[in-house]
């Protein structure tokens, strides 16, 4: 009869999936139901099941569950699993858990029966035992996964009978941007199928969530590149999103049906949220609460740096089969998304060293490109692998190219390496390898290393990349190695930046993390975080220096420091468990610099530099409670009357800290913090224009001023300064309408609200600008915001901003223009955002300039003063009381008589006041022509293009 109930249990899972599916749903119906076991509550199982347990050894999962909270990029994640024993004898429970590798396990405890365990962080000495009742594994071999980015994390007891054991772990992680997503992941690898599985993820971003998505389940042995898969993202069965603009919540709890359809054995897979936040070209999003601040900077809309790459690939006997064949087809396409201002070069090595191209780096071009995948595909494994020999070949390569070649120093050079073994010719000691290699480099370029197989050396890979500004990665023979690699590529393919420094004031922080970075990718972040030491300070001052290609840029701001407790989380709802204490931005902080304190000591070759390094960063992570390689957990037993643990009491919650977190970006200052944006005074000749629009033209020599309207229409397009041909300059300005203000005697106002700037020499560049962007174009696009202080500056032009007050443009240190902001609170109808346009420096521009203010700069305007009995000294100090108003009187321009009258005009964003002598009619006689004769076809109109009539 046991026979034949087995077979008529089993057998339907063996002949189709319908069978499966509805004993599956069966199984899932009789979970709903509970039973009493020593007081726990624990799930009931259809007796057809129990019978299959008992055939079993290992205790059963009725929970596991997962929670984590993001708070502007720093997670949180609890992970609670319960397992329950219920045969005749005590049996060995393995909770197992993997999680990211770059993640510190902050607290671990567990429950037996009535007894409760909870881990403490103690530093590790030289040397120590752990016979602890139950024992901590992490691997200490790079098999294990450590390189995958993944560690495994294994906490092993026993089970009296009839009872069960819980599990809480947790773990604290700083997000990494990569290819524009920051990636969550969870791994759900209960290894059988759990009658309560959930997922909770909770993300926090006061800067805006801009784009969310929760892929399929990755399976570990094909681990995607960081892209959507495909194009598609739908997520696993059971998710639900949900999500505001600056909180999503991500809940995964497939029931036994779903799980059985995903797989049978419980190795789900990881679970992965992939997000993005709002960001702009400035000085980043800075953060600061009680005492500590994070700075994530991350600018967008550049355009990318030149590259020249020295590709050196390991060809040696182990590399046959589908090693090199993956490692082919990802050069294949890493080499046609190179750009055509891109130089590269490959070098294939074994025992011997091939260079495809001999002392140079070509060009990419379509015949270099078709060359060079001939060779890739022509080469062979054979031989052993002698790793000093290619990496000094490919240094020297790159070295004599940057020397002899004169190649713009704003460049990005970089060698890329990949291998799958350790050094077995020539050199082959690790430290002779790694200080030739650095020797070789001379902190001229970075260095990225790849491992593909078990047999690679990590170690050395490892430290050769954090030696030379690289990065190391590392993947497994059976995982897909050519998506892997062009991942990797995507990651460094594209750099924007170079030789990026962040600065703060030195008076208001200390224990900075570190500020240089030699190079930014496009998809990457840089974080900084520091302590602040002056609590008196208002405000953070904080500069950001950088080269782009042919331009240095200086972003600058100041940040406010918030009030106290104004982004204190303790108050918030669900962190009463003493958990909201901890400041997040705090423990970033502690996160980066332990961080640091590995990566100095695994670079160091001064022993008592590295006993230094391991006491500071031990000392650190006790603090702070993170398990490092230099502390463990210590499990001890707590009082007989400790209460176990449960998932609740764990994870901080986000509900209601919308309200208590503020992003401080540089333009989000809270109220009654006064910020440094007000208007600023500039010294700037009166030569503008301005208003609606009002045009002021100063003559020096003859010590007065002359003005006059334009009357134009919206959209047309006046041309201001037209130099094309001598200096190369242009300006044209663009018009908007609004209506007349009541009781006005004009129909409509007009203003400027673009302004645009072109030089042709030395090279063609120009500007656009508007009240709130600005687009600098020299061959590469740069956007620049208005409301944020920076300075671009490159060899014949520079920009300089001051947030939402006025833009700066000097051409060749002999031609400056100011542009002035005009920004409306709460504005009238006929109110509208617009530009003025004031000339600073003139010298550079030639006698020859025309347009509406370009023709006066050189000429000189004569005042007839028979018509009012004034004297000249009243005229030359423009003293208004001895003037009689309304009286005409004359100029005489170009030999023309202008009749003008007295007045008085408000210039400098209405600050000051400006007496001149008023030309009516829309400057008629005044100006050379009408004023439809300086109307141009579009912003970018010189007045030069074939058919172009000017008849001026």
Same mark, same amino acid.
């Given at each position: 009869?046991?026979?034949?109930?087995?077979?008529?249990?089993?057998?339907?899972?063996?002949?189709?999936?319908?069978?499966?599916?509805?004993?599956?749903?069966?199984?899932?119906?009789?979970?709903?139901?509970?039973?009493?076991?020593?007081?726990?509550?624990?799930?009931?199982?259809?007796?057809?099941?129990?019978?299959?347990?008992?055939?079993?050894?290992?205790?059963?999962?009725?929970?596991?569950?997962?929670?984590?909270?993001?708070?502007?990029?720093?997670?949180?994640?609890?992970?609670?699993?319960?397992?329950?024993?219920?045969?005749?004898?005590?049996?060995?429970?393995?909770?197992?858990?993997?999680?990211?590798?770059?993640?510190?396990?902050?607290?671990?405890?567990?429950?037996?029966?009535?007894?409760?365990?909870?881990?403490?962080?103690?530093?590790?000495?030289?040397?120590?035992?752990?016979?602890?009742?139950?024992?901590?594994?992490?691997?200490?071999?790079?098999?294990?996964?450590?390189?995958?980015?993944?560690?495994?994390?294994?906490?092993s007891v026993f089970i009296p009978r009839k009872m069960q054991a819980s599990f809480l772990l947790h773990y604290e992680e700083l997000l990494q941007r990569r290819l524009g997503k920051y990636e969550?992941?969870?791994?759900?690898?209960?290894?059988?199928?759990?009658?309560?599985?959930?997922?909770?993820?909770?993300?926090?971003?006061?800067?805006?969530?801009?784009?969310?998505?929760?892929?399929?389940?990755?399976?570990?042995?094909?681990?995607?590149?960081?892209?959507?898969?495909?194009?598609?993202?739908?997520?696993?069965?059971?998710?639900?999103?949900?999500?505001?603009?600056?909180?999503?919540?991500?809940?995964?709890?497939?029931?036994?049906?779903?799980?059985?359809?995903?797989?049978?054995?419980?190795?789900?897979?990881?679970?992965?949220?992939?997000?993005?936040?709002?960001?702009?070209?400035?000085?980043?999003?800075?953060?600061?609460?009680?005492?500590?601040?994070?700075?994530?900077?991350?600018?967008?809309?550049?355009?990318?740096?030149?590259?020249?790459?020295?590709?050196?690939?390991?060809?040696?006997?182990?590399?046959?089969?589908?090693?090199?064949?993956?490692?082919?087809?990802?050069?294949?396409?890493?080499?046609?998304?190179?750009?055509?201002?891109?130089?590269?070069?490959?070098?294939?090595?074994?025992?011997?060293?091939?260079?495809?191209?001999?002392?140079?780096?070509?060009?990419?071009?379509?015949?270099?490109?078709?060359?060079?995948?001939?060779?890739?595909?022509?080469?062979?494994?054979?031989?052993?692998?002698?790793?000093?020999?290619?990496?000094?070949?490919?240094?020297?390569?790159?070295?004599?190219?940057?020397?002899?070649?004169?190649?713009?120093?704003?460049?990005?050079?970089?060698?890329?390496?990949?291998?799958?073994?350790?050094?077995?010719?020539?050199?082959?000691?690790?430290?002779?390898?790694?200080?030739?290699?650095?020797?070789?480099?001379?902190?001229?370029?970075?260095?990225?290393?790849?491992?593909?197989?078990?047999?690679?050396?990590?170690?050395?890979?490892?430290?050769?990349?954090?030696?030379?500004?690289?990065?190391?990665?590392?993947?497994?023979?059976?995982?897909?190695?050519?998506?892997?690699?062009?991942?990797?590529?995507?990651?460094?393919?594209?750099?924007?930046?170079?030789?990026?420094?962040?600065?703060?004031?030195?008076?208001?922080?200390?224990?900075?993390?570190?500020?240089?970075?030699?190079?930014?990718?496009?998809?990457?972040?840089?974080?900084?975080?520091?302590?602040?030491?002056?609590?008196?300070?208002?405000?953070?001052?904080?500069?950001?220096?950088?080269?782009?290609?042919?331009?240095?840029?200086?972003?600058?701001?100041?940040?406010?420091?918030?009030? #106290? %407790? *104004?982004?204190? +989380?303790?108050?918030?709802?669900?962190?009463?468990? =003493?958990?909201?204490?901890?400041?997040? @931005?705090? !423990?970033?902080?502690?996160?980066?610099?332990?961080?640091?304190?590995?990566?100095?000591?695994?670079?160091s070759n001064d022993d008592q530099e590295k006993e230094y390094l391991t006491e500071k960063a031990k000392s650190m992570a006790l603090a702070y409670n993170f398990v490092t390689p230099f502390t463990?957990?210590?499990?001890?037993?707590?009082?007989?009357?400790?209460?176990?643990?449960?998932?609740?009491?764990?994870? #901080? %919650? *986000?509900?209601? +800290?919308?309200?208590?977190?503020?992003?401080?970006? =540089?333009?989000?200052?809270?109220?009654? @913090?006064? !910020?440094?944006?007000?208007?600023?005074?500039?010294?700037?000749?009166?030569?503008?224009?301005?208003?609606?629009?009002?045009?002021?033209?100063?003559?020096?020599?003859?010590?007065?001023?002359?003005?006059?309207?334009?009357?134009?229409?919206?959209?047309?397009?006046?041309?201001?300064?037209?130099?094309?041909?001598?200096?190369?300059?242009?300006?044209?300005?663009?018009?908007?309408?609004?209506?007349?203000?009541?009781?006005?005697?004009?129909?409509?106002?007009?203003?400027?609200?673009?302004?645009?700037?072109?030089?042709?020499?030395?090279?063609?560049?120009?500007?656009?600008?508007?009240?709130?962007?600005?687009?600098?174009?020299?061959?590469?696009?740069?956007?620049?915001?208005?409301?944020?202080?920076?300075?671009?500056?490159?060899?014949?032009?520079?920009?300089?901003?001051?947030?939402?007050?006025?833009?700066?443009?000097?051409?060749?240190?002999?031609?400056?223009?100011?542009?002035?902001?005009?920004?409306?609170?709460?504005?009238?109808?006929?109110?509208?955002?617009?530009?003025?346009?004031?000339?600073?420096?003139?010298?550079?521009?030639?006698?020859?300039?025309?347009?509406?203010?370009?023709?006066?700069?050189?000429?000189?305007?004569?005042?007839?003063?028979?018509?009012?009995?004034?004297?000249?000294?009243?005229?030359?100090?423009?003293?208004?009381?001895?003037?009689?108003?309304?009286?005409?009187?004359?100029?005489?321009?170009?030999?023309?008589?202008?009749?003008?009258?007295?007045?008085?005009?408000?210039?400098?964003?209405?600050?000051?006041?400006?007496?001149?002598?008023?030309?009516?009619?829309?400057?008629?006689?005044?100006?050379?022509?009408?004023?439809?004769?300086?109307?141009?076809?579009?912003?970018?109109?010189?007045?030069?293009?074939?058919?172009?009539?000017?008849?001026?």
């Open positions: 009869m046991i026979i034949w109930l087995w077979l008529c249990c089993c057998f339907p899972a063996a002949v189709g999936q319908p069978d499966s599916e509805l004993m599956a749903r069966y199984l899932e119906e009789k979970l709903m139901a509970d039973y009493s076991v020593v007081e726990q509550v624990v799930r009931r199982v259809p007796r057809q099941t129990r019978f299959l347990q008992r055939l079993e050894t290992r205790p059963r999962m009725s929970e596991f569950s997962v929670k984590s909270t993001i708070i502007s990029r720093y997670a949180f994640t609890t992970v609670f699993c319960t397992m329950v024993n219920s045969g005749s004898e005590a049996r060995e429970a393995v909770f197992e858990m993997q999680i990211p590798a770059a993640a510190f396990i902050s607290n671990f405890t567990m429950s037996i029966g009535n007894k409760t365990y909870y881990g403490e962080v103690t530093g590790k000495e030289k040397k120590h035992s752990n016979d602890d009742k139950a024992k901590m594994k992490k691997p200490p071999s790079p098999v294990n996964g450590r390189e995958n980015g993944y560690e495994t994390f294994k906490a969550y992941m969870v791994s759900i690898r209960p290894q059988q199928l759990v009658g309560r599985l959930r997922v909770e993820v909770n993300i926090l971003e006061n800067s805006g969530i801009i784009s969310l998505e929760v892929p399929p389940l990755r399976n570990s042995k094909h681990k995607g590149n960081g892209k959507a898969e495909a194009g598609v993202v739908s997520p696993p069965p059971s998710t639900v999103i949900g999500q505001t603009k600056t909180l999503a919540k991500v809940t995964f709890s497939p029931n036994v049906v779903e799980q059985t359809k995903i797989a049978r054995n419980g190795i789900l897979g990881d679970f992965i949220v992939r997000y993005d936040v709002n960001r702009e070209l400035s000085v980043g999003d800075v953060q600061i609460l009680n005492g500590y601040f994070v700075h994530y900077f991350a600018p967008m809309d550049l355009p990318p740096l030149p590259k020249n790459v020295v590709f050196v690939l390991d060809s040696s006997a182990s590399m046959v089969g589908t090693k090199l064949r993956q490692t082919k087809e990802a050069l294949f396409t890493i080499l046609q998304d190179l750009r055509p201002e891109d130089h590269f070069n490959i070098i294939g090595f074994s025992n011997r060293i091939k260079v495809w191209q001999q002392d140079r780096l070509v060009p990419v071009t379509p015949n270099n490109i078709r060359d060079a995948k001939k060779y890739i595909h022509n080469m062979s494994p054979t031989g052993g692998t002698n790793i000093n020999s290619a990496l000094q070949t490919g240094a020297k390569l790159l070295n004599d190219y940057i020397a002899q070649n004169n190649i713009d120093a704003r460049s990005v050079s970089l060698i890329i390496f990949l291998t799958d073994g350790r050094p077995t010719v020539g050199e082959t000691q690790s430290s002779k390898i790694l200080s030739n290699t650095k020797d070789a480099i001379r902190d001229k370029f970075c260095l990225f290393t790849i491992g593909i197989g078990n047999d690679v050396d990590y170690k050395l890979l490892e430290r050769m990349a954090l030696e030379n500004c690289g990065m190391v990665r590392h993947f497994q023979e059976d995982e897909d190695a050519a998506s892997h690699l062009k991942g990797f590529y995507d990651e460094i393919g594209t750099p924007l930046l170079s030789d990026i420094r962040i600065d703060y004031s030195e008076d208001n922080v200390e224990q900075v993390t570190q500020n240089f970075f030699p190079n930014y990718f496009n998809g990457s972040e840089i974080i900084i975080a520091g302590k602040l030491i002056n609590h008196t300070s208002d405000s953070l001052h904080v500069e950001v220096t950088a080269s782009n290609s042919k331009k240095y840029i200086l972003l600058k701001t100041d940040v406010a420091i918030d009030l #106290p %407790s *104004t982004n204190d +989380i303790r108050a918030v709802p669900g962190l009463e468990d =003493g958990r909201g204490d901890q400041n997040y @931005i705090e !423990r970033a902080w502690s996160y980066l610099t332990i961080k640091e304190l590995l990566n100095s000591r695994l670079k463990y957990l210590k499990m001890r037993e707590a009082g007989l009357h400790s209460e176990p643990p449960h998932e609740e009491l764990i994870s #901080p %919650s *986000t509900d209601g +800290i919308g309200e208590k977190l503020q992003s401080l970006q =540089g333009h989000k200052a809270p109220p009654g @913090i006064r !910020r440094h944006q007000d208007k600023q005074r500039i010294k700037i000749s009166k030569t503008s224009a301005d208003g609606d629009p009002h045009f002021v033209i100063d003559f020096p020599s003859s010590k007065f001023s002359v003005c006059f309207n334009i009357d134009g229409e919206p959209g047309d397009i006046l041309r201001l300064v037209s130099d094309h041909k001598e200096s190369g300059v242009t300006v044209n300005g663009q018009l908007i309408g609004a209506p007349a203000p009541p009781n006005g005697h004009k129909k409509h106002r007009t203003y400027f609200n673009t302004i645009t700037i072109l030089s042709n020499k030395p090279e063609r560049s120009y500007l656009e600008i508007t009240p709130t962007r600005i687009i600098l174009d020299d061959g590469e696009r740069l956007i620049l915001s208005c409301d944020r202080n920076a300075v671009v500056r490159s060899s014949s032009l520079e920009v300089s901003i001051s947030a939402n007050s006025n833009i700066t443009v000097t051409i060749r240190d002999t031609i400056s223009f100011v542009i002035l902001i005009h920004r409306y609170k709460k504005p009238a109808p006929y109110q509208k955002d617009h530009l003025g346009f004031y000339i600073s420096n003139s010298k550079g521009l030639s006698s020859d300039s025309h347009g509406l203010l370009g023709q006066f700069l050189s000429h000189e305007v004569k005042l007839l003063r028979e018509s009012l009995n004034i004297n000249q000294q009243q005229v030359g100090q423009n003293q208004t009381e001895a003037l009689q108003p309304n009286l005409t009187n004359t100029l005489k321009v170009k030999g023309r008589l202008v009749p003008v009258v007295w007045k008085q005009r408000r210039i400098y964003n209405g600050q000051q006041q400006v007496d001149c002598w008023f030309a009516k009619n829309n400057a008629d006689k005044l100006i050379d022509g009408s004023y439809k004769d300086y109307l141009a076809s579009h912003p970018f109109d010189t007045g030069t293009s074939p058919g172009t009539i000017n008849s001026l």
